[in-house]
């Protein structure tokens, strides 16, 4: 039986959950609370890649005071040996009396088999408390295991009339310094950031994180350019950081450049052609980078870039920062290229989030349609 008092307690271990976003991958963000006679006796969150789970993290605060108490975990405890024990033995040999979940993990090395061993054990479990929210958590890790490809949130920047930069190409900045601070903490999220080939010879763009903190946390970089006409002095090809750069480039692709391109440090993948803009099978890449370990991407642009994956449905979700700007007139548009001839078949976002960050409107949801 649920109580409201499970409902609390799961919404603890969620905000606990938050702090691993972004450190994790490719594991989900985990959050555990410990409870015993009416009283929280253990904390944990899962840090970081290899480190202890939310569960082993919790168990050892509460130490002794475990036995007989009830854990409150925002997803199924792992059931098998990867970089780390099992959650299951742990629970179990620490004399844990119940288990609330609140999501079934869709890994199939998991997939309800750590559920099943824990009440096989004799321990009392009850899930699917607040697993809408818990799922909505690890979006982007239940998409990459479930399809086998990496989740792609997309990331655009307009002035009230839709534009992202002028015709002559300048954006900086249509947004405000809060708005790119968000954008850094969307990519400190997903640690893969992708532009179309035109940004980043545009541009030039580090694509790292700066959060306010002394050293940048590196990405890994993607850029899309079927003919290879990315410069070789860029930013994200110098000395030390080439090797963080992936090129997704055409089988057609001069193999030259190619050879140049890999002496630099960077990773250089044909994919199979495309009729869409940009002319190469995004879905491909996705898969590719997942076959990496790479469970989410940020993609941010541009305009073609941005049709090219839209048509091809594998947006998962878009956020979309709007300044109280207006150009006036003629633009850089969102999406590059011919789009919807009826309504009925504009694509939409479900379960929009609307947000004021500094002077500008946030907008995010899934994509669909």
């Not at 655009?156 to 790119?180: M, V, Y």
Request: aromatic fraction near 4%; include cysteine; hydrophobic fraction near 40%.
């Amino acid at each position: 039986m649920i109580s409201g008092g499970d409902l609390l307690l799961m919404e603890l271990a969620i905000e606990l959950a938050k702090r691993g976003v972004g450190t994790t991958t490719p594991n989900p963000a985990v959050g555990c609370v410990i409870v015993k006679d009416g009283r929280i006796v253990g904390r944990g969150y899962h840090e970081k890649a290899g480190g202890p789970h939310a569960e082993v993290a919790a168990l050892n605060e509460a130490c002794d005071e475990a036995r007989g108490a009830t854990a409150y975990v925002t997803l199924e405890p792992c059931s098998h040996h990867g970089r780390t024990p099992p959650c299951t033995d742990a629970l179990i040999n620490a004399g844990i009396k119940r288990v609330v979940a609140a999501a079934v993990d869709p890994n199939p090395m998991v997939a309800g088999r750590g559920l099943a061993l824990l009440k096989k054990a004799g321990v009392e479990v009850d899930s699917g408390v607040l697993e809408e929210k818990a799922n909505r958590l690890n979006e982007s890790y239940r998409h990459a295991i479930i399809e086998k490809r990496a989740f792609l949130n997309l990331k655009l920047a307009a002035t009230l009339d839709g534009c992202t930069a002028t015709l002559k190409g300048d954006s900086k900045w249509i947004t405000s310094p809060e708005s790119r601070l968000r954008v850094h903490a969307l990519r400190k999220r997903s640690r893969v950031v992708m532009v179309g080939v035109g940004t980043a010879n545009a541009d030039d763009p580090g694509l790292d994180v700066r959060l306010g903190v002394d050293e940048p946390i590196d990405t890994l970089r993607v850029v899309v350019d079927r003919d290879l006409v990315i410069r070789s002095d860029l930013k994200m090809l110098s000395e030390g950081r080439a090797r963080g750069t992936v090129i997704f480039c055409g089988h057609g692709a001069p193999a030259k450049r190619m050879e140049e391109l890999h002496s630099l440090g960077a990773k250089v993948l044909p994919l199979a052609g495309s009729p869409l803009a940009g002319g190469l099978d995004l879905k491909e890449g996705l898969t590719a980078l997942y076959g990496m370990g790479k469970m989410e991407v940020l993609c941010e642009g541009g305009g073609k870039l941005a049709k090219a994956l839209l048509d091809a449905g594998l947006v998962g979700r878009l956020h979309l920062f709007i300044a109280p700007k207006i150009l006036g007139g003629e633009g850089m548009p969102l999406f590059k290229g011919s789009g919807a001839q009826r309504i009925a078949d504009a694509a939409f976002l479900e379960e929009p989030r609307y947000e004021r960050v500094g002077p500008d409107l946030y907008v995010t949801g899934k994509v669909k349609g």
